[in-house]
């Protein structure tokens, strides 16, 4: 048998790279767990990156991942996927506000992020009958950058809308208010696969472990 004949055969669930790519409150959940599988096979390589829902499929729909997480149901025929969780939007002030009520969001005013003004429509939107749009509140800070954005609200600065793996990921917990509102609102999430790519055994693993966590 030729090395080549050999390779193809061959299917290690726990070797070889996976290259993975989903927003970033689902990857500061899963990130950290993948890293703890890698440490027990050190022959299976984590590849994550972090981006919004668009490049996730688009780079999903080219094979330039091997799997991902979406918040929203893709639309590109490549593109294959399967609801698996969900994830509460929370609204997240200082610690020191006890009942957000209009007023107190609009004193506060709002840090925005890349997906603030879709999960603010989403949970406010379902909760204050006020809400028509994120633009209402004064801007009071942006961040791009996942682990960052509850920092200023964390200062006191403002309040935003974020996922909850994202919340749960912040260090510092104790200087701000995550409130669970009356009316929920939940995002669903999508494990999405090139729709015409055989998944390799590695994959599984890492579906099968993303699984167990979300």
Not at 46 to 51: K, L, V
Not at 91 to 116: C, Q, R, S, Y
Not at 117 to 146: C, D, M, T, V
Request: aromatic share 8%; glycine share 6%.
């Amino acid at each position: 048998m030729s090395n080549l004949e050999q390779t193809v055969g061959e299917d290690p669930p726990f070797e070889g790279s996976v290259r993975i790519m989903s927003p970033g409150s689902v990857g500061l959940k899963l990130y950290p767990h993948l890293l703890a599988l890698q440490s027990k096979h050190p022959k299976l390589v984590i590849d994550y990156r972090f981006a919004p829902n668009s490049d996730v499929e688009t780079d999903i729909g080219a094979s330039d991942v091997d799997l991902g997480f979406m918040t929203s149901r893709p639309t590109l025929a490549d593109v294959s996927c399967t609801p698996v969780a969900q994830e509460s939007l929370l609204l997240v002030t200082p610690a020191t506000v006890k009942e957000p009520d209009w007023d107190t969001l609009m004193n506060l005013g709002f840090i925005d992020h890349p997906d603030g003004s879709h999960h603010a429509s989403l949970l406010l939107g379902a909760n204050y009958p006020e809400f028509q749009h994120s633009n209402l509140f004064p801007k009071k800070g942006f961040s791009n950058q996942i682990g960052l954005i509850l920092e200023p609200v964390s200062m006191g600065l403002g309040f935003t809308v974020l996922p909850a793996h994202a919340v749960e990921a912040f260090e510092k917990r104790e200087h701000i208010r995550a409130h669970r509102l009356a009316n929920p609102v939940s995002e669903t999430l999508y494990l999405c696969v090139p729709r015409h790519r055989a998944l390799a055994a590695r994959m599984r693993t890492i579906i099968a472990e993303a699984r167990k966590w979300l």
